[in-house]
């Protein structure tokens, strides 16, 4: 039946995003074995980090990348800080090096930077077909009239530098005032500081169209940058 289903809907081209963890690159087999090209977009390290983000402890962390199938990333149980759920995607990420998965079934791949897309081409991604598309968000015009108003819009977690952001409202005048919208591991974190800070709002998650008003009316935008910090030995 799903056989049957699959021959009958025959797409011009299949995009990837985020498959994990509802789906597996058995959907890339799948469509190349019908001759559909597939597009990729690589949002994040998935592929090769098991972790996501190059990030360990406080620091970067790129030992997976060095080996064929990650064992580094189960014995710090990297993903959900759980050796087993962890061993689950880091047999994904291992299977699919051996079985050249990402140079045999892709067509194109998309990279949010030229960072991102060196980082894939030195862990064996053909350079060839990768593309940078960095990821956008709509004009929202010249800074409004907020005085020190920043934002943040981002997940709550450590490799967004929330903390970092949180202990630098700590150093800021008393004119300065930050609003945080988004959710995460660090939401308790975050809460915590707003109550003890009265210039921190943590506003939680919003729709769309709101976070963009507040964008455009704060001073300042902040934002980090996924991969674009190195280690400093």
Same mark, same amino acid.
């Given at each position: 039946m799903v056989e049957a289903e699959r021959k009958k809907w025959r797409p011009d081209i299949l995009d990837v995003h985020s498959f994990f963890p509802l789906g597996s690159p058995s959907v890339h087999w799948a469509a190349r074995e019908l001759g559909i090209p597939v597009v990729q977009t690589l949002h994040n390290y998935r592929l090769l980090c098991p972790g996501t983000y190059f990030y360990r402890? +406080?620091? %970067? /962390? @790129?030992? /997976?990348? #060095?080996? =064929?199938?990650? $064992?580094?990333? &189960? $014995? *710090?149980? /990297?993903y959900r800080e759980s050796r087993f759920q962890t061993a689950a995607v880091a047999l994904m990420v291992g299977t699919h090096r051996v079985a050249r998965t990402w140079q045999r079934k892709v067509s194109v791949f998309v990279a949010v930077s030229e960072f991102a897309k060196q980082k894939f081409v030195e862990g064996g991604f053909p350079e060839s077909r990768i593309i940078v598309k960095p990821n956008f968000v709509h004009d929202t015009g010249p800074p409004g009239d907020g005085g020190e108003s920043f934002i943040c819009v981002a997940r709550l977690t450590v490799e967004k530098g929330i903390r970092t952001l949180l202990r630098a409202m700590d150093l800021t005048g008393p004119q300065a005032s930050l609003d945080i919208v988004g959710e995460g591991p660090l939401e308790s974190e975050v809460q915590a500081a707003a109550a003890r800070n009265p210039? &921190? !709002?943590?506003? +939680? %998650?919003?729709? *769309? !169209?709101? #976070?963009? @008003?507040? &964008?455009? =009316? #704060? =001073? /300042? $935008? %902040?934002? !980090?940058?996924? +991969?674009?910090? !190195?280690? %400093?030995e």
């Open positions: 402890d +406080g620091r %970067v /962390c @790129e030992d /997976c990348t #060095a080996w =064929k199938f990650p $064992l580094p990333s &189960i $014995l *710090h149980g /990297c210039r &921190i !709002r943590y506003l +939680g %998650v919003l729709p *769309h !169209r709101r #976070a963009l @008003e507040l &964008i455009g =009316k #704060a =001073k /300042c $935008l %902040v934002f !980090r940058q996924n +991969g674009m910090r !190195r280690s %400093v």
